[in-house]
């Protein structure tokens, strides 16, 4: 395995086996070790994941999007998107935002989720990674009818210095998901990031941002080591192997000069 540090956070990732099957496509054969809370209450809340080459792949994670997105397949998108929509029509007088922005959108199943609701009629994702916005624009052709496909747009770009084109302006409703704010780890990346979204937002607009606890970051004990399985299904629907996901190790240590924290992700597939 190999340490990726990023964020405040450090991430070691290792592949065992010859191929990663094709199944890492679909995300949503996952299963935990414990039953997960569903939608924004389930735990842990993902760091984000800065890439360095595995020893045994020489790829990144990033770079392999279907295992990222197998990994927190157990999320359910549906609901947290229902509770994204709800936040804003609760000021807005019960009115769905219309047009959404997803940064650091990585597979971009939110946004799809967004469009499949109907609430939502025009759904923008942006992340800096190729394999990600690729990865993201074939699910979305996957999941989506012809006609919402059309609605769907996935933008290469850097989530703190970003500009959308007029015709995607303005945008209703921002979403940081999945911790992936605490990819910025300076206060001017973060205040530029905050300034790109305020050009793009409509006025009124809502921005909403998924955080961890602080308990996760301040605590002076040792983090929690939190753990779970995904089965692996072949083309046939039989089992291959099966992805194992770390969260937490021992040694992870906490900056509280700096606050920040070293948390450690292991990913192994096996078979």
């Known amino acids: 395995s190999a340490d990726r540090s990023y964020g405040g956070w450090t991430s070691s990732s290792s592949s065992v ?24 209450g389930a735990d842990p809340t993902p760091p984000p994941v ?18 990222y997105d197998l990994a927190f397949g157990y999320r359910s998108y549906e609901e947290e998107v229902d509770f994204l929509i709800g936040q804003h029509e609760r000021i807005h007088g019960g009115t769905p935002p219309a047009r959404t922005l997803e940064l650091a959108a990585g597979p971009a199943r939110h946004t799809i989720a967004a469009l499949e609701s109907g609430l939502v009629k025009h759904g923008i994702a942006l992340d800096n990674s190729p394999e990600m916005v690729e990865y993201g ?17 996935y933008v290469k770009d850097d989530m703190t210095k970003f500009e959308l084109p007029e015709s995607d302006l303005p945008v209703d409703s ?13 206060n001017d990346q973060v205040i530029a990031c905050f300034q790109s979204i305020h050009k793009a937002l409509s006025d009124g607009g809502t921005l909403i941002v998924e955080l961890p606890h602080p308990r996760e970051t301040f605590t002076l004990v040792e983090c929690t080591r939190n753990g779970w399985e995904v089965p692996l299904e072949d083309e046939d629907g039989n089992e291959s192997g099966e992805l194992k996901i770390i969260w937490g190790d021992d040694n992870d240590d906490f900056d509280p000069i700096r606050q920040v924290r070293q948390f450690t992700v292991s990913m192994e597939v096996v078979g």
């Open 174 to 186: 921002t979403w940081i998901l999945l911790g992936s704010l605490q990819h910025l780890t300076e």
């Open 50 to 67: 800065q890439e360095k080459p595995t020893p045994s792949t020489n790829k990144r994670i990033y770079s392999l999007p279907g295992l």
């Open 137 to 153: 624009r074939e699910t979305a052709q996957f999941e989506l009818d012809v006609d919402t496909l059309e609605r769907f747009k």
């Open 17 to 40: 086996g010859t191929t990663i099957p094709a199944c890492l496509a679909n995300p949503r054969r996952g299963r935990r070790k414990a039953p997960p809370k569903k939608g924004f």
